[in-house]
Nanobody, 119 residues
Framework: QVQLVESGGGLVQPGGSLRLSCAAS????????MGWYRQAPGKQRELVAA???????DYADSVKGRFTISRDNAKNTVYLQMNSLKPEDTAVYYC?????????????WGQGTQVTVSS
């Protein structure tokens, strides 16, 4: 029943900035951890950033100091501010919502938004 819609992707020059948005259905932030993943052609999908209820965040080493994840609880929206972008950041970025269900974890995914960093 959870639906995630990403937006904000596009083409940007190296060193530029881009802001991704993920709109979630309902009020899920209280029980779901939210995150951004990315997948480049020929590579595994990797975690970029995550945020849980409160102010707890986590980032991949490759984006620390450049990317910032945040959430607006009133709008049920998660953001990823990307600064100092590099060509290596080029990928499809996916929004993720996850929660524990007993011993397992339930994941929901958005459809993805393309980010291309190129001169």
């Amino acid at each position: 029943q959870v639906q995630l819609v990403e937006s904000g992707g596009g083409l940007v020059q190296p060193g530029g900035s881009l802001r991704l948005s993920c709109a979630a259905s309902g009020s899920i932030f209280s029980t779901y951890a939210m995150g951004w993943y990315r997948q480049a052609p020929g590579k595994q999908r990797e975690l970029v950033a995550a945020i849980i209820s409160g102010d707890i965040t986590d980032y991949a080493d490759s984006v620390k100091g450049r990317f910032t994840i945040s959430r607006d609880n009133a709008k049920n929206t998660v953001y990823l501010q990307m600064n100092s972008l590099k060509p290596e950041d080029t990928a499809v970025y996916y929004c993720n919502a996850a929660r524990k269900w007993g011993p397992a974890t339930i994941n929901y995914w958005g459809q993805g938004t393309q980010v291309t960093v190129s001169s």
